[in-house]
């Protein structure tokens, strides 16, 4: 039996020149966003399951109502999340399906939500373009930081942004 090459994956692709970027796309959503994202797959029959053992709480208007409330937060803020990758010149962006590679001009502001558990991060597109209004994903964990202090990659976004907005005005018109 033969043993099977691992070759290094293909750089990334710049989509506005087509040129191939100088750097390996990097990972910057956590490896527990498809955990976040899938745990309501999980959660929902479980408590269901369970359901018969909760006896006379789940009678409660207020229990049902938090249940409700909660359980469509929770979706809310986890199917919307995808996995990041970013090079010098684009986003890759991965919702499970499929990757879309979106260039780092057309990020307009990134932003986060440092009131939600794991401070999910939110990057937001220039109108009229090609990507989305915005996308969501949780950053990777840090551990030993202060709750109230922004996450690294949010400035590391905005200034790969700006330098790629930078260098695309400084490129000649073909």
Do not use: C
């Not at 970027?21 to 976040?36: C, E, F, M, V």
């Not at 909660?70 to 919702?95: E, F, H, N, P, Q």
């Amino acid at each position: 039996m033969r043993r099977r090459e691992w070759s290094r994956p293909p750089l990334g692709r710049d989509s506005l020149s087509g040129r191939e970027s100088d750097t390996q796309p990097r990972t910057i959503s956590s490896a527990w966003t498809p955990l976040y994202k899938f745990s309501w797959a999980i959660s929902i029959p479980t408590f269901v399951a369970f359901w018969p053992q909760l006896g006379p709480l789940v009678k409660e208007p207020i229990f049902l109502a938090a249940l409700v409330l909660g359980g469509a937060y929770s979706m809310w803020m986890t199917v919307r999340l995808k996995r990041v990758r970013m090079d010098d010149r684009s986003l890759y962006i991965y919702d499970y399906v499929k990757e879309a590679v979106i260039p780092l001009t057309e990020v307009d502001y990134v932003t986060e939500n440092g009131w939600a558990g794991g401070h999910p991060v939110t990057i937001h597109f220039i109108e009229g373009g090609t990507a989305p209004r915005a996308v969501t994903f949780m950053p990777t964990t840090r551990y030993f930081t202060f709750a109230w202090t922004s996450h690294p990659v949010v400035d590391e976004i905005s200034d790969a942004a700006d330098r790629a907005r930078v260098a695309a005005a400084a490129r000649p018109a073909v």
